[in-house]
């Protein structure tokens, strides 16, 4: 399972952008996405999760300013960002879990991620 980001950019503090990650390949379902961070010199982190049914957990830093979402007829995970602030400047990167099918039967799980887009928060 391919996962493709896009939507990071340079912005200013207060500002907002969406990111988007979409899932393609062979017969798969998905369980839960989510968005991970990474800045530079520090361990990646996880921002925001949602599960297949809609639930969601988020980080404490981001509570309040990001919003995830799903379309499970797009395999497509958002993540929204408003207010932004410079220490939200970060590579992000999807990830995605779940089964991979084939001739009907579930065959194997997987954990996906994608290839990272940069958000720049300038003060």
């Known amino acids: 399972v391919q996962l493709q980001a896009s939507g990071g950019g340079l912005v200013q503090a207060g500002e907002s952008l969406r990111l988007s990650c979409a899932a393609s390949g062979s017969t798969f379902s998905i369980n839960s996405m989510g968005w991970y961070r990474q800045a530079p010199g520090k361990q990646r982190e996880l921002v925001a999760q949602?599960?297949?049914?809609?639930?969601?957990t988020y980080a404490d830093s981001v509570k309040g300013r990001f919003t995830i979402s799903r379309d499970n007829a797009k395999n497509t995970v958002y993540l929204q960002m408003n207010n932004l602030k410079p220490e939200d400047t970060a590579v992000y990167y999807c990830s995605a879990e779940g089964t991979i099918f084939r001739d009907g039967l579930p065959q194997e799980v997987y954990r996906s991620w994608g290839q990272g887009t940069l958000v720049t928060v300038s003060s």
């Open positions: 949602i599960s297949s049914g809609g639930g969601t």
